[in-house]
């Protein structure tokens, strides 16, 4: 089965078919606040397909939920459409609201790179281009000083290879995607992105993150 969906997999990405891609619904794309409820943190970060990231990160204990959405460019309303032409500077990107008692920023980062390949250029498996690009966003200058040391680490780790590309950059803005796009894996478990590169990649992670998680 295994090699099944493997085969699955290439057939469908040769042919440009397996993607973090959705049909263009209706453009309801919403500017967040970045302030937390009291008693709870946020936190953001861009590691390609946000379906996939919205997914891990809510089995995380102690994150309370993800939104997916666009943050890290300058265009002011981006709409899912837009930010697949390249243009926008945004990168697909998931907020997530964390009890800070339960899990730290500084574990965060540590789900955000046992969950994704932090060494490759504006790619994360089957999804290409600048939106889907590896960012650690920060909104503090605690925040950059753990994200900065979770770099070091992730490098000196032996895990990766190849050097890590991974940008820094503070969180000034962020967009909620349209709402067909939140919770998309549990809304379309038969989708074939979903099931040949999201679980797969969700399972990958179980197996790789040593802390806490609800399932």
């Known amino acids: 089965m295994k090699l099944f969906t493997s085969a699955l997999a290439l057939i469908f990405i040769s042919f440009g078919m397996l993607s973090c891609n959705a049909q263009s619904k209706k453009t309801d794309v919403k500017k967040i606040r970045l302030t937390a409820p009291p008693g709870k943190a946020i936190a953001a970060f861009a590691e390609g397909c946000f379906w996939c990231s919205e997914h891990i990160f809510e089995d995380v204990a102690g994150v309370d939920s993800a939104i997916s959405g666009y943050a890290g460019g300058t265009t002011p309303n981006p709409?899912?459409?837009?930010v697949n032409t390249e243009?926008?500077?945004?990168?697909?990107?998931?907020?997530?609201?964390?009890?800070?008692?339960?899990?730290?920023?500084?574990?965060?980062?540590?789900?955000?790179?046992?969950?994704?390949?932090?060494?490759?250029?504006?790619q994360q498996g089957p999804d290409r281009g600048s939106s889907y690009r590896s960012i650690l966003f920060y909104s503090s200058a605690a925040e950059q000083k753990l994200a900065q040391q979770g770099v070091r680490e992730i490098s000196k780790s032996g895990r990766f290879k190849k050097p890590i590309v991974t940008e820094l950059k503070p969180l000034k803005e962020f967009y909620r995607a349209e709402e067909y796009h939140q919770n998309y894996i549990i809304n379309n478990p038969n989708n074939t992105y979903v099931r040949a590169v999201s679980i797969p990649r969700y399972q990958l992670f179980k197996k790789t993150y040593k802390g806490k998680l609800k399932h």
């Not at 709409?79 to 837009?82: G, V």
């Not at 990168?91 to 997530?96: D, P, Q, S, Y």
């Not at 009890?99 to 932090?118: R, T, W």
């Open 87 to 122: 243009t926008t500077g945004h990168a697909e990107t998931v907020l997530v609201y964390y009890n800070p008692k339960i899990v730290s920023y500084a574990e965060l980062v540590k789900v955000f790179f046992a969950s994704h390949d932090p060494t490759t250029a504006n």
């Open 79 to 82: 709409t899912y459409d837009l």
